[in-house]
């Protein structure tokens, strides 16, 4: 049995990108943020999306119009899509904006049903569409305002990150993870997520379980990595050409989004000294904002919990789902 820690030989080599950079002092910072709308009706496991100036919201336990779009004011517009087995329906949906006009829908799990938002005389619907090459080694998507896919491959040992054109061809993969290889499990240990800002082209992975997380630049259908490093300590042994890791998700990068500037992401406040651990505690006030050298450079409180976050990436301003006391979306600017 092998044990690793963070400072393992090979990591730190293949990090050395990451690990150059001088400490900086993290800014706390006191926001007001803006309320949008406190008119959800929504249950706290749904996602959030900013795109065209809209508001998107799935939340998977409404069986019938289980998206729920807002104007950009906050008021409601309206709700579409199926949860079920049928032709058109999705059974564990997962949203991404499209190009600049709206979102891609598609089956995370199960049959690989995928659909784009359409404004039309009838209203906002969903029109079906083929992406053959979406199947279960994706672990997370996402498209530019061409209309290309951006794809995660956990299970590929190189070019983890794939560019594809609309039509299904392979234009530019990059990207290799700084761990052993030849696992059995590296499907369930290499999980993560991707968010492309196509106003600044960066990509960010950050994987789920290990706290690891990568900058690339995707332009003129070239894919480069700018850097990469763990924002935290990587704990984990290899028995049987299995990966164990003691505490999936510890120090790792969630709920993020991308601004201008900045990767805001989820972050308890390391400084709060109370006993609280509820959903409401002052602890899940905060945000970290980062900039894209991966550097913590503030925390900021929202002075109530935030349940997501989401940003339009054409400027430094960010959204959030809290509690105030109701479900609302407000909106915060770095």
């Given at each position: 049995?092998?044990?690793?820690?963070?400072?393992?030989?090979?990591?730190?080599?293949?990090?050395?990108?990451?690990?150059?950079?001088?400490?900086?002092?993290?800014?706390?910072?006191?926001?007001?943020?803006?309320?949008?709308?406190?008119?959800?009706?929504?249950?706290?496991?749904?996602?959030?999306?900013?795109?065209?100036?809209?508001?998107?919201?799935?939340?998977?336990?409404?069986?019938?119009?289980?998206?729920?779009?807002?104007?950009?004011?906050?008021?409601?517009?309206?709700?579409?899509?199926?949860?079920?087995?049928?032709?058109?329906?999705?059974?564990?949906?997962?949203?991404?904006?499209?190009?600049?006009?709206?979102?891609?829908?598609?089956?995370?799990?199960?049959?690989?049903?995928?659909?784009?938002?359409?404004?039309?005389?009838?209203?906002?619907?969903?029109?079906p569409i083929t992406t053959c090459f979406i199947n279960d080694n994706v672990a997370s998507l996402q498209?530019?305002?061409?209309?290309?896919?951006?794809?995660?491959?956990?299970?590929?040992?190189?070019?983890?990150?794939?560019?594809?054109?609309?039509?299904?061809?392979?234009?530019?993969?990059?990207?290799?993870?700084?761990?052993?290889?030849?696992?059995?499990?590296?499907?369930?240990c290499f999980s993560g997520n991707i968010m492309y800002n196509p106003y600044n082209k960066k990509l960010v992975l950050a994987l789920n379980t290990l706290p690891y997380t990568a900058v690339y630049q995707i332009k003129d259908n070239n894919i480069t990595l700018l850097n990469e490093q763990e924002i935290g300590d990587a704990e984990y042994h290899i028995s049987d050409n299995n990966m164990n890791i003691p505490n999936p998700g510890k120090d790792c990068l969630v709920g993020f989004c991308l601004t201008k500037d900045y990767i805001v992401s989820i972050l308890n406040d390391p400084d709060y000294k109370g006993t609280d651990r509820s959903q409401t505690s002052p602890k899940r006030h905060t945000v970290g904002v980062y900039d894209y050298?991966?550097?913590?450079?503030?925390?900021?409180?929202?002075?109530?919990?935030?349940?997501n976050l989401a940003s339009q990436g054409n400027d430094n301003s960010f959204y959030s789902i809290v509690l105030n006391p109701e479900y609302s979306i407000v909106k915060a600017e770095l």
């Amino acid at each position: 049995m092998k044990y690793y820690k963070q400072i393992h030989i090979a990591a730190f080599l293949f990090l050395l990108i990451g690990c150059n950079q001088h400490p900086q002092k993290v800014e706390r910072i006191n926001m007001i943020p803006k309320v949008i709308t406190n008119e959800l009706y929504i249950s706290k496991n749904c996602k959030l999306i900013k795109t065209n100036d809209f508001f998107y919201i799935s939340d998977i336990k409404e069986t019938d119009g289980f998206i729920k779009i807002y104007n950009p004011d906050g008021s409601f517009n309206t709700s579409i899509g199926k949860i079920g087995n049928g032709p058109e329906e999705f059974t564990t949906p997962y949203i991404t904006p499209y190009k600049d006009e709206g979102i891609l829908v598609w089956n995370q799990w199960g049959r690989y049903n995928s659909a784009i938002s359409q404004n039309t005389k009838e209203g906002m619907l969903l029109n079906p569409i083929t992406t053959c090459f979406i199947n279960d080694n994706v672990a997370s998507l996402q498209t530019d305002f061409e209309g290309n896919f951006i794809i995660y491959n956990p299970t590929k040992k190189e070019g983890i990150i794939t560019l594809y054109s609309k039509d299904g061809k392979e234009i530019a993969s990059a990207g290799k993870l700084p761990y052993p290889q030849d696992i059995s499990n590296r499907q369930e240990c290499f999980s993560g997520n991707i968010m492309y800002n196509p106003y600044n082209k960066k990509l960010v992975l950050a994987l789920n379980t290990l706290p690891y997380t990568a900058v690339y630049q995707i332009k003129d259908n070239n894919i480069t990595l700018l850097n990469e490093q763990e924002i935290g300590d990587a704990e984990y042994h290899i028995s049987d050409n299995n990966m164990n890791i003691p505490n999936p998700g510890k120090d790792c990068l969630v709920g993020f989004c991308l601004t201008k500037d900045y990767i805001v992401s989820i972050l308890n406040d390391p400084d709060y000294k109370g006993t609280d651990r509820s959903q409401t505690s002052p602890k899940r006030h905060t945000v970290g904002v980062y900039d894209y050298n991966l550097n913590l450079i503030k925390i900021a409180n929202l002075n109530m919990p935030r349940i997501n976050l989401a940003s339009q990436g054409n400027d430094n301003s960010f959204y959030s789902i809290v509690l105030n006391p109701e479900y609302s979306i407000v909106k915060a600017e770095l």
